[in-house]
């Protein structure tokens, strides 16, 4: 889960920075350079909610633990 986030981190990223310096402006279509400060500012939110979710993310995938139910505890028996 780690190297994945990562690397979808990375490449938000890179795409960030290919249209903040106009690197691709030949292959983006009009209506992406007509509104390529908006795209950057969400493709910038997504990358940064993505690195404070992140360390939720690695430890529920690394640590999963059963849920209980209402009513139960989940240390103790099964009390109806």
Do not use: C, W
């Amino acid at each position: 889960m780690g190297q994945k986030l990562t690397l979808v981190i990375a490449a938000l990223i890179a795409v960030i920075l290919l249209l903040t310096y106009g690197a691709v402006d030949a292959l983006l279509p009009s209506g992406v350079l007509e509104h390529r400060t908006q795209v950057v500012v969400v493709l910038s939110l997504l990358v940064v909610f993505l690195i404070l979710l992140s360390p939720i993310a690695v430890e529920v995938d690394s640590d999963p633990r059963p849920l209980s139910g209402p009513g139960k505890s989940p240390k103790g028996p099964n009390l109806p």
